[in-house]
């Protein structure tokens, strides 16, 4: 039993590195207004249990999307940075209108965003539970839920903290987007999809 907390505990964090950059990105939207604590931590959630649920349903022989495909998820963190950084070009950057709110992220934007950066949760997570009895795959999916909430308070931690924040209050603004841009980007990149979709279309 220990053995497999602990390959958990490695699995979670080989995974979700990145989620860190992303939570701590959210919880420093918002201090600001938006979206809410809870948003992010139950999106987080709804998310991740997405991901689990497609890991096992995939495990079991099953597929919900065609792999070659997964890749496309990247449009949603790309569509909210974009539309995140016209709002803020379209008010020139005035501080005073409450611009820097990420108005496009609610709870299922945040719950978007944590789907698809979980490409790499999928691909890893199926063919451990493939190959683990039920007992501990049950083991594996409750330290994972655990170390969710672990990583949301990392977030909120590292995002509001005062340091931090007065550190990143100048270039707030253009963070925000660029992140979920960037992170958007490298999905579709790395997954490979838009090279397939050239190859269709041609």
Same mark, same amino acid.
């Given at each position: 039993m220990l053995a497999t907390i602990g390959s958990a505990i490695g699995l979670f964090a080989a995974t979700n590195i990145d989620d860190i950059v992303v939570l701590t990105v959210l919880f420093l939207a918002s201090s600001r207004g938006k979206p809410r604590p809870w948003q992010i931590v139950a999106g987080q959630y709804l998310g991740f249990i997405t991901l689990v649920v497609i890991s096992v349903v995939a495990a079991l022989g099953l597929t919900i999307v065609p792999d070659e495909w997964v890749g496309f998820l990247g449009l949603i963190p790309l569509g909210i940075g974009i539309w995140t950084l016209i709002r803020w070009l379209r008010r020139n950057g005035d501080d005073e209108d409450d611009d820097s709110k990420i108005t496009a992220v609610g709870l299922w934007g945040v719950a978007g965003i944590t789907i698809a950066n979980g490409a790499d949760n999928i691909s890893?997570?199926?063919?451990?539970? +493939?190959?683990?009895?039920?007992?501990?795959?049950?083991?594996?999916?409750? #330290?994972?839920l655990i170390l969710?909430?672990?990583?949301?308070?990392?977030? +909120?931690?590292?995002?509001? &903290?005062?340091?931090?924040?007065?550190?990143?209050? +100048? #270039?707030? &603004?253009?963070?925000?987007?660029?992140?979920?841009?960037?992170?958007?980007?490298?999905?579709?990149?790395?997954?490979? #999809?838009?090279? +397939?979709?050239?190859?269709?279309?041609?």
């Amino acid at each position: 039993m220990l053995a497999t907390i602990g390959s958990a505990i490695g699995l979670f964090a080989a995974t979700n590195i990145d989620d860190i950059v992303v939570l701590t990105v959210l919880f420093l939207a918002s201090s600001r207004g938006k979206p809410r604590p809870w948003q992010i931590v139950a999106g987080q959630y709804l998310g991740f249990i997405t991901l689990v649920v497609i890991s096992v349903v995939a495990a079991l022989g099953l597929t919900i999307v065609p792999d070659e495909w997964v890749g496309f998820l990247g449009l949603i963190p790309l569509g909210i940075g974009i539309w995140t950084l016209i709002r803020w070009l379209r008010r020139n950057g005035d501080d005073e209108d409450d611009d820097s709110k990420i108005t496009a992220v609610g709870l299922w934007g945040v719950a978007g965003i944590t789907i698809a950066n979980g490409a790499d949760n999928i691909s890893l997570y199926t063919p451990i539970f +493939r190959t683990s009895a039920p007992g501990d795959v049950a083991i594996m999916i409750v #330290v994972f839920l655990i170390l969710v909430a672990v990583w949301c308070a990392a977030g +909120r931690l590292i995002g509001t &903290h005062k340091a931090v924040t007065e550190t990143l209050e +100048r #270039v707030e &603004h253009w963070l925000v987007p660029v992140v979920f841009i960037g992170l958007g980007l490298f999905i579709l990149i790395e997954s490979g #999809v838009i090279v +397939r979709l050239f190859e269709v279309l041609a």
